[in-house]
């Protein structure tokens, strides 16, 4: 601890030869945090329940430290799902009410989105919204993740089967529950 430290400290942005530097990727101001509590706040048109943020769509929300530009970078779920169009249009509006009307939307397909991504808290939303949440999905289990019993949102029981492979949207599926009966939508893994 001493004070010569605390002196010393500079600007994280500012580089030492006086070159310009790439927008900062941390927000900074009280204004850059407005705009990511904006952007986070965004829900998805088709789940009502999650936010963008909770379902792993918003990737990024960074700040120009020097023009105060905000630059939002999203990357989209299931190919072609047409929800992405109207996700933007309410993240534009979202950051023109927190003050960003100048925002940038960028999306980006790299790496993919994947069902992993979506974060706990919004697996639990999406569960006591009555949707089955996917399966986690990863390299070494994919195959396997495919054959695990998706359990009933209703009731919790693991004896279900599929309906169609299309629910009310594309994205979900149509399973039933074989204990309780209820039909319900399954996120399905990616
Ligand atoms: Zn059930």
């Known amino acids: 601890?001493?004070?010569?430290?605390?002196?010393?400290?500079?600007?994280?942005?500012?580089?030492e030869d006086g070159s310009v530097s790439a927008p900062s990727r941390s927000i900074t101001t009280q204004a850059g945090t407005d705009a990511r509590t904006a952007a986070a706040s965004v829900v998805d048109p088709e789940i009502r329940v999650i936010t963008i943020d909770e379902l792993g769509i918003l990737r990024a929300v960074e700040e120009d430290p020097a023009t105060g530009r905000v630059t939002v970078t999203i990357t989209p779920t299931y190919t072609g799902c047409p929800a992405m169009d109207v996700i933007r249009a309410d993240i534009r509006r979202a950051l023109a009410v927190a003050g960003h009307p100048e925002a940038e939307i960028?999306?980006?397909?790299?790496?993919?989105?994947?069902?992993?991504?979506?974060?706990?808290?919004?697996?639990?939303?999406?569960a006591a919204a009555g949707i089955a949440p996917p399966a986690p999905v990863t390299p070494a289990a994919g195959v396997v993740a495919l054959t695990l019993a998706v359990r009933c949102p209703q009731c919790g029981s693991p004896e279900t089967e599929q309906v169609s492979r299309f629910g009310?949207?594309?994205?979900?599926?149509?399973?039933?529950?074989?204990?309780?009966?209820?039909?319900?939508?399954?996120?399905?893994?990616?």
């Open 168 to 190: 009310s949207t594309a994205c979900k599926a149509l399973w039933r529950c074989r204990s309780c009966s209820e039909p319900f939508d399954h996120l399905k893994a990616l």
């Open 1 to 15: 601890m001493s004070a010569r430290s605390a002196a010393q400290r500079s600007p994280a942005a500012a580089n």
């Open 106 to 126: 960028r999306t980006v397909f790299s790496p993919p989105w994947s069902t992993d991504w979506i974060s706990a808290e919004g697996r639990a939303k999406l």
